[in-house]
C-alpha cells in the first residue's frame, strides 16, 4: 500500500470484556469492588511498612515496591474498563491506546523483574543468613527497585518504537478491555510479521526467562529450608508458598498470551484479567491474612489513628456518605 493513500485511524473500538448487554451492570459492579479492594489493600501495605519501624527491612521494602506496582498494573485500564461498561459504543483514541500499551509492558515488566528482585533477597535470606545485613545494604535494596522500572522501560519503549509508525487504515476494533501489542498489531494493514515475531522475542522471552529464572531460585530456597530445623523451616516455607503463588498466577496468563503466539484471542482478555485484576488484589489478601508480622503492625496502626468504635464509624461514614 502507498504510505500516502491510507486515512489514519484516530481512534480504536473496544469491545470490551463482555459484548451482552445485561452483563455490563453486573460487571461493573463486580470489578468496582475489585478495584476499590486492590486500592484499599495495597495502600495500606504501603502505609503499614512506612510507619512501622520494624519493618523497615529489605523484604517488606520490596513488599511495599510490588504493592505500588500492582497499583500502577491496575489502574492503567480498569478505571476505563469500568467507564466502558456503563456506554454502548467503546472508543480510544489512537494516542490513549499507545499509552495503555506503554503501561502495561511497564509495569507488568517491572512487576516481574521486581518479583526476581524479591527471590533474590529471600535466597540471600534463607541460603546466605549471617550475610543477610551486609549484602543487603541500602545502596543494593534501591538497586533492586529501580533495575524492575529500568528494565521495564526498555521493554516496553524497544517494543512500542515499532508499532507507532504501523499504518493503521480502517480495521479498528479491538477485542479486549484495553490496547494490547498483538491485537492491535494485527491491525495494521501491512505485513506485521516482523512486529508479531518482535513481540514474541521481546515479552515472551522476558516472561519465560524471568519465570524460568525465578523456577529455578525457588527451587534451590526450598532445598536448602529442607535441610534446616522444622522451626525455621515453617516460617520460610510460609513466605515462600506466598512468593510462589504470586509467581504462578502472574506468569502462567502473560506467558500464555505472549510467549505462545497461536492462540485464540478471545481467551486473551479472560487471561488479561488474571492479571490486571486478580494478582494486584493477591498481594494484600496474602500477606495480610499469613503473615503474623504484618498482622501485628496493621492492628497497631489502627489503634494509633483509630479507637475501636471509631472504626466502625468510619466504615457508616464511608459507606453512606
Ligand atoms: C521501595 O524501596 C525503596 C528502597 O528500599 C524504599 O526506600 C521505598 O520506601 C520503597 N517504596 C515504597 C512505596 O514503599
Known sequence: MNERNYSRVTEFVLLGLSSSKELQ???FLIFSLLYLAILLGNFLIILTVTSDSRLHTPMYFLLANLSFIDMCVA???????LADFLVERKTISFEACLAQIFCVHQFAGGEMVLLVSM?????????????YMT??????CITLVIIPWFVGFIHTMSQLAFTVNLPFCGPNQVDSFFCDL??????????????SLLIVADSGVLTLSTFVFLVISYTVI?????????????????????????????????????????????VDKVLAVFYTIFTPILNPLIYTLRNKEVKAAMSKLRGRYLKPGQVSELIRNVLFM
Open 135 to 140: 549484602i543487603m545494604s541500602r545502596r543494593v
Open 222 to 266: 526450598l532445598i536448602t529450608v529442607r535441610n534446616r530445623s522444622s522451626a525455621s523451616m515453617a516460617k520460610a516455607r510460609s513466605t515462600l508458598t506466598a512468593h510462589i503463588t504470586v509467581v504462578v498466577l502472574f506468569f502462567g496468563p502473560c506467558i500464555f498470551i505472549y510467549a505462545w503466539p497461536f492462540n485464540g484471542y478471545s
Open 119 to 131: 527471590a533474590y533477597d529471600r535466597y540471600v535470606a534463607i541460603c546466605k543468613p549471617l550475610h
Open 75 to 81: 489502574s492503567f485500564a480498569t478505571p476505563k474498563m
Open 25 to 27: 451492570p453486573f460487571l
Open 182 to 195: 498483538p491485537l492491535v498489531t494485527k491491525l495494521a494493514c501491512t505485513d506485521t510479521y516482523f512486529v
